[in-house]
């Protein structure tokens, strides 16, 4: 078995992305660079309370990070973070190649 | 026979493989828990929707190799997939069994993402796979 329990590392990166809201967040972060919760809020057309739940969940999972000017915060990407997921993919790729590998020489062995 | 494998940054993994068998022979081969004991893993595998089932890989130091699993849907020759959680981590794996002129086209997508209900899965899976283009344009100026 070649699972590695770096895996879980990838939890809260899943977690974050599984939302489409969230995914829709980061990727404008991605794509325009640092934005305040104000040009986030019209981006997202959603309340403003309910973006800065959604930016604590992509924070925690180190998606993205912020830091205060006056009144307004302003966050940025971190698709760095993104690395677990990458390992997560690569891991799997390794180990269902070798399972079909496997399925093929069972079939050969079955009856027709 | 080489592999159909797409590694690039998205959530989904997908491998596809062209066996010179029949669809009913390999939908046996995925689903009677004698075979896929042979090729996957010991498991109490049953192509019952609803069903919890584990497959158990070699334990480890710091895991007991378990892998949690339910069976979601259940097609017969076409389409089988159920989660699997591992680590603690929930993935959903879905194979599709397609017939060719030389055999069977057997497609694994295993994804990241939990998928509880399918539709809403497939519509945010579109704007992801769009997404990650993107992204990996820019992790390719960034990162590396």
């Known amino acids: ?112 | 026979m080489s592999d159909q494998y797409e590694p690039n940054l998205t959530s989904t993994l997908v491998i596809e493989r062209v066996f010179p068998h029949p669809p009913e022979k390999l939908w046996r081969a995925l689903t009677e828990s004698s075979l896929l004991a042979e090729w996957l893993m010991s498991n109490d595998f049953e192509p019952v929707a609803g069903r919890r089932f584990r497959f158990q890989a070699g334990a480890m130091p710091t895991w007991d190799g378990a892998i949690d699993c339910e069976v979601q849907v259940v097609e017969p020759w076409k389409r089988l997939s159920y989660r699997w959680s591992a680590l603690g981590l929930d993935s959903v794996v879905l194979w599709t069994l397609t017939p060719v002129d030389t055999g069977t086209r057997l497609r694994l997508e295993h994804s990241g993402f939990r998928a509880d209900q399918e539709k809403a899965y497939k519509g945010a899976n579109y704007g992801w796979q769009k997404f990650l283009g993107n992204l990996e344009r820019l992790l390719g100026e960034e990162v590396q």
């Open chain 1, 1 to 112: 078995m070649v699972l590695s329990v770096k895996q879980a590392e990838a939890k809260p990166v899943f977690h974050a992305l599984a939302d489409p809201t969230r995914r829709g967040i980061f990727e404008e972060l991605t794509r325009r660079g640092e934005q305040t919760v104000h040009a986030l809020t019209r981006y997202a057309g959603i309340s403003q309370p309910a973006v800065s739940k959604h930016l604590s969940v992509l924070k925690r999972a180190n998606l993205v990070r912020h830091r205060r000017e006056g009144r307004e915060t302003h966050y940025r990407a971190e698709p760095e973070a993104l690395a677990p997921v990458i390992d997560w993919l690569k891991e799997y790729g390794v180990f269902w190649r070798e399972r079909f590998d496997r399925l093929e020489s069972l079939l050969e062995r079955m009856d027709p």
